[in-house]
């Protein structure tokens, strides 16, 4: 008969949350904040396929850090169960925090049961009437479950990540504030020697909960919109003048101010990078 | 071995299954009571036992399709309701109607609807118009043990497809008979008791490539017709203020006609009539 060693609870418990957050560490990272249009999320992404931010209900959206078949198991069952409850009884009676809930208690028991734990952070956001009702929960691996008004950073370095959130963060700001924000949020840390770094339209997935907007309030923004909202405030205008061309021309272009929520259009480009990118 | 549901805490494996996006396969799984046709019926004819629906007619326009239904439910020889509505969005650009039992045709609207935004959220990408248009038949032929008992509703699909190379064609029509058989119609189609009398009134009217206002006034003009002959089928109730649910389905979405719009077409059709109504 083979010899039993004897492992105490606490070492397996601390082997997989040691684990799981090595995984999540990984990973790059995600910020959610209310803002007065709605709730913002924006994510480090370099694909355009595999998402880390989603729709799923009318006024509830999903990020999630760690490893995608994971946290994309998640998704797919909080979609089933939101359209299962608005099917069942009214679309009004799907909440967030329910969801948030199963969420936690499904990692909970997955993290007590398997050998290995999921290595996600999933955030579960509920956009209000107004900022303050909006509802941000954090889940970990562990099924621990965080109310986190106003915002949440997930990933690795997310402490740092969320420093920069909270110095600067207010509700009453606009679409263009909060995006600013959440992008020099996230290019705060993994510069090199903790230089700033200039996150560019391409490397994000932006989304938000559109407040006013009745029924279905996810959008995504992407494409010109999103260049437009994350370009500096005054952008340097390259100019190619053919040899031909009059010396007057050359004057750059005034740079269009960008308007939030109107001029969000779907330019989905075919992703030529790397579909696999499984810790992305 | 863990199969999902025995540890406390964990979800059913239903919500977990991968492979599928449909909300109607993971009800099948996960609740089946709720699916529409699997519950058991008492022998016999029930047709008494839901008001009946009727006519809906839907046309192509130049910029996509045009969907329009009356206001009447029947139970019998009495009208169950002046202003039942059945013409419906199914998602951003699709519109659906129904005839047949009102009961049923509501559950199927509704389980329709909920199947496309969950294979939209799911998958992220939308299903395409012929997709729908199967996923629909599907539906139907689920109900069909009930429609053999009296209780059959009949879905008309139509909607804007957003993969058509040539955009003053992209407008489609689907219809379905109460076993799920699919047929695409070309310009104009209708279903439910006065249909007979809409697509003869469209058959006279209708041309290819109208505007918007044009197909909407022939719409309202073809209900007129359907009222006239099939009692079933109710007319611009002017003393109540209601008239036909017009919805149209374009490259700009769906959008319903305000019943203000619907309300001067219609006055227009009586106006236009009253010089020689026809016997």
Known sequence: MAMQFYTSPEQIMRDRSEYARKGIARGRSVVVLSFAGGVLFVAENLSTALHKISEIYDRIGFAAVGRYNEFENLRAAGVRMADLRGYAYDRRDVTAWPLANVFAQNLGAIFTESTKPFEVEVCVAGVGASPEDDELYRLTYDGSINDEPGFVAMGGQSEQIGAVVREHHRVEADLEEALRLAVRALGSVGGEGGAQRELKADQLEVAILERERPGRTFRRIRGAALSALVAPAEPEVEVVIPDDAPEAESTPAEPVPAEPAEDIVDVEEASEKDGGDEKS | ?279
Do not use: C
Not at chain 2, 101 to 124: D, P, T, Y
Not at chain 2, 179 to 185: H, R
Not at chain 2, 203 to 216: C, L, N, S
């Open chain 2, 1 to 279: 071995m863990t199969t999902g549901a025995d540890f406390p805490g964990r979800m059913p494996a239903a919500f977990s299954a991968t492979g599928s996006s449909s909300f109607a396969e993971f009800l099948q799984a996960a609740a089946p009571e709720y699916l529409p046709g699997r519950r058991a019926l008492p022998p016999g004819d029930l047709s008494h036992a839901s008001a009946h629906a009727t006519t809906i007619v839907a046309m192509t326009y130049a910029d996509g399709v045009v969907m329009a239904g009356d206001r009447r439910a029947t139970q019998g020889n009495l009208i169950a309701s002046r202003d039942i509505e059945k013409v419906f969005a199914s998602d951003m650009y699709s519109l659906v109607g129904f005839a047949g039992s009102a009961g049923i045709g509501i559950e199927l609207v509704r389980l329709f609807q909920v199947e496309l935004e969950h294979f939209e959220k799911i998958e992220g990408t939308p299903l395409s118009l012929h997709g729908k248009a199967n996923r629909l038949a599907t539906m139907v032929r689920g109900n069909l043990s009930a429609a053999m008992q009296g209780l059959a509703a009949v879905p008309l699909f139509a909607g804007y497809d957003l993969d058509s190379r040539e955009p003053g064609k992209a407008g489609r029509i689907f219809s379905y008979d109460v076993i799920g058989g699919l047929y695409e119609e070309r310009d104009y189609d209708g279903i439910g008791s006065g249909s007979l009398f809409a697509r003869s009134a469209l058959k006279k009217r209708f041309r290819p490539g109208a505007d918007a206002d044009t197909a909407v006034k022939w719409a309202v003009e073809s209900l007129y017709d359907a009222a006239d002959e099939d009692s079933a089928t109710g007319g611009p109730d002017l003393t109540r203020g209601l008239f036909p649910v017009v919805m149209l389905a374009s490259a700009d979405g769906t959008v319903r006609i305000s019943d203000a719009e619907v309300e001067r077409l219609a006055r227009d059709v009586i106006g236009e009539r009253s010089d020689y109504p026809g016997r």
